[in-house]
């Protein structure tokens, strides 16, 4: 009796169970086992809702991560994402989830309500800044630390020739081109005097030395110095030694003057740097020394470029600037083509706002892209758990800098990080803050 009883009772039990799971939930779908998480999919377990039958997408971007970091907007866009600013508003496509409207973008304001997603943050915010926690974020603690630029190294190799000074050409009212290079120069060093500003270590040197003829030195007039940008040295060498009242004389020793930088003991420091150099030739006139130091003929710009080349082989990148109507255009064009910089054409100037636009030009070209990573409370940082941001924005992982769309490290001792191409390119182009943390996994999102 007792047996037949509890069968009775268990036979109940499940009949009750049953008809409790297959009941309506409050939105009339059904929850039983066409997954109980209502989505009608006939899987188990999708409890996100996304239709995708995996466990854990709570942030609904349909993408099966969990990754509440980075909305998968790009799932469904109608162009491929390549680091363009279609709209024009600032924003790179990786970070702007519509690069087809200038008013939607990470930062703009939020119209509550009106179900456009203005600021890329997920949602069309109804929260008037009240931030939504979801809890089954992972919690993690999220540390900030301060990144800053490789340095990299510049020597400054000026044209002190004849031409450059007042009154040249039998002209009375030339105040004489180096009157207009030097404060252009002088602004430049003063831009960068403050070494955390851009981590530049300056060197300055002049072809022809002592104002004679073809001649040159054994050694740079001021060769770099690691961990010091030098700017205030060299802004009083050229006020003082080299200040309104120096009159230029000389040949033009450009192809001689360029290959002492082929050799290492010449200026041991700018030679020997583990950072990327530049050699920065600001020139008035075309080369005119003959080998055995006499003016006359010059090189050819086939020579001129190939030891260009050869300095860029040797990890010297190298820029030009053509001051004046002297200049050989040919000879400038081919040292710039083999230079190995973005400018493969000589820089044109014939005033000193040229001059400082050119300066500014370069000087953007070389903010470094690669970043120094400081150890974490001494301690190695941990490298599966770092994350950098540019103006707020989450960049992702992109191994090898593959996509040209986020940042990779380009050290074994995670020292150094690399921003890609895409990145870099905001970077130098300004206004543009670049963070980091460390103790929360890093975001390595699928650009495809």
Request: with cysteine.
């Amino acid at each position: 009796m007792k047996t037949a009883f509890l069968k009775y009772f268990i036979g109940l039990l499940a009949l009750a169970l049953l008809a409790f799971g297959c009941s309506n939930d409050a939105t009339g779908k059904h929850s039983g086992d066409d997954a109980s998480n209502g989505d009608n999919d006939g899987k188990d377990g999708d409890k996100d809702g996304d239709n995708d039958g995996k466990d854990g997408d709570k942030d609904g971007d349909k993408d099966g991560k969990g990754d509440k970091d980075f909305p998968d907007w790009r799932d469904d866009l109608p162009y491929d994402i390549d680091g363009s600013d279609r709209d024009g508003d600032g924003w790179i496509d990786i970070f702007d989830c519509n690069d087809l409207d200038p008013d939607i973008h990470p930062g703009a304001k939020e119209i509550p309500g009106d179900g456009i997603d203005s600021n890329c943050d997920g949602y069309d915010d109804p929260r008037d800044g009240i931030e939504i926690i979801d809890p089954s974020e992972e919690v993690c603690a999220a540390n900030d630390f301060t990144v800053t630029p490789v340095p990299v190294t510049m020597m400054i190799l000026q044209d002190m020739s004849g031409s450059m000074r007042p009154g040249y050409g039998n002209d009375p009212n030339n105040p004489g081109r180096w009157n207009i290079v030097r404060p252009a120069l002088l602004s430049l060093l003063d831009d960068y005097a403050d070494y955390s500003t851009g981590n530049i270590e300056f060197g300055f040197d002049l072809f022809p030395r002592n104002r004679s003829g073809c001649t040159l030195e054994s050694s740079p007039l001021m060769d770099t110095i690691p961990g010091d940008s030098q700017s205030a040295e060299i802004i009083d060498l050229l006020e003082i030694e080299y200040g309104a009242g120096f009159t230029p004389a000389g040949s033009t020793p450009l192809r001689y003057a360029m290959e002492l930088y082929l050799d290492a003991s010449y200026a041991p420091n700018f030679l020997s740097s583990d950072r990327q150099s530049y050699l920065l030739i600001i020139s008035d006139g075309a080369d005119n020394c003959r080998p055995n130091g006499t003016q006359g003929t010059g090189a050819t710009p086939a020579e001129l470029g190939a030891i260009s080349a050869e300095l860029f082989e040797a990890d010297v990148k190298t820029f030009v600037i053509g001051f004046g109507g002297d200049i050989d255009p040919d000879q400038l064009n081919a040292i710039a083509e083999a230079g190995g910089t973005p400018f493969t054409e000589f820089l044109y100037a014939d005033d000193q706002a040229n001059l400082e636009e050119a300066f500014s030009e370069i000087a953007a070209s070389i903010v470094q892209c690669d970043f120094e990573v400081p150890k974490q409370d001494g301690d190695d940082v941990d490298g599966d758990n770092v994350n950098f941001y540019l103006n707020g924005e989450v960049v992702p992982f992109d191994k090898d800098c593959a996509r040209g769309l986020g940042w990779t490290w380009t050290r074994d001792d995670l020292t150094e990080v690399r921003m890609c191409e895409a990145i870099c390119d905001q970077l130098q182009k300004g206004n543009a803050e670049l963070t980091a943390t460390w103790g929360c996994p890093t975001v390595v999102v699928d650009l495809q």
